[in-house]
């Protein structure tokens, strides 16, 4: 798949900051990142460093004090520019966003195709379940899934509105060590076939080596390194 020029992510300059009982806690600052259409990229940094708020900022749930995101040539968060969530066309796969446990797999990955005939609905949620390698696993629901299926579902639905950014915050920390080395992998494969631009935050080191084109560190709120992955 071609990826969209058009959908490179910018971070430039940002800051984000949370008010609080005690006044202002700037959490990112001078934070600036430039992602390319189709590739993966990883943040990594010890706990508190701000990898999540850098994602919420992204999706929309965190305004930004200065700076600037963009998403190709639209201006996503600025001081003075907050497009809402559901028009950033940024998808996102988080901890908290757990499987409809009365929905099927199937109906799961569906679920943000509301708005799409029926017939073109079925057609993705078949399409992503083939993707993910559960093509049989459609009518099941999430209690009759492994930890490590529901999570491929997870991310089918997450792709499904073929968002132009795919966010993922620690998709894989529920998981038993095997389930989690194993789907790193088969993440990334899917991730590339779908030519899906992606951003994953991790506290996992080699996790960020092996799913990630850019693995960038962040300390106190700030990008310390940006290294690209080479792969033989
Ligand atoms: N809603 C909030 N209100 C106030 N402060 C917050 C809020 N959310 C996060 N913070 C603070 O912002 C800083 C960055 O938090 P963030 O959750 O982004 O870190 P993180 O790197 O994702 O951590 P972890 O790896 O533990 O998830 C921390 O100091 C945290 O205490």
Known sequence: MTPLLSSTLRLDEVRIAYDGGRGRHVAVDQFSLALDAGQIACLLGP?????????????????VRAGRISLGEVTLSSATVHLPPERRRVGMMFQEYALFPHLT???????????????????????????????????RYPHELSGGQQQRIALARALAPSPALLLLDE????????????????????????????LLVTHNQAEAQAMADHVGLMHNGRLARWDGVTRT
Do not use: M, W, Y
């Open 47 to 63: 706990s508190g460093c701000g990898k999540t708020t850098v994602l919420r900022a992204i999706a929309g749930f965190e305004p």
């Open 105 to 139: 797999a199937a109906q799961n990955i569906a679920f943000g195709l509301r708005r799409q005939p029926r017939e073109a609905q079925h057609a993705r949620a078949k399409e992503l379940l083939a993707l993910v390698g559960l093509a049989e696993a459609g009518g």
């Open 171 to 198: 998709p894989f920390s529920n998981l038993d060590v095997d389930t989690r080395e194993r789907l790193t992998a088969e993440v990334r494969d899917i991730l590339k076939h779908a030519g899906q631009t992606a």
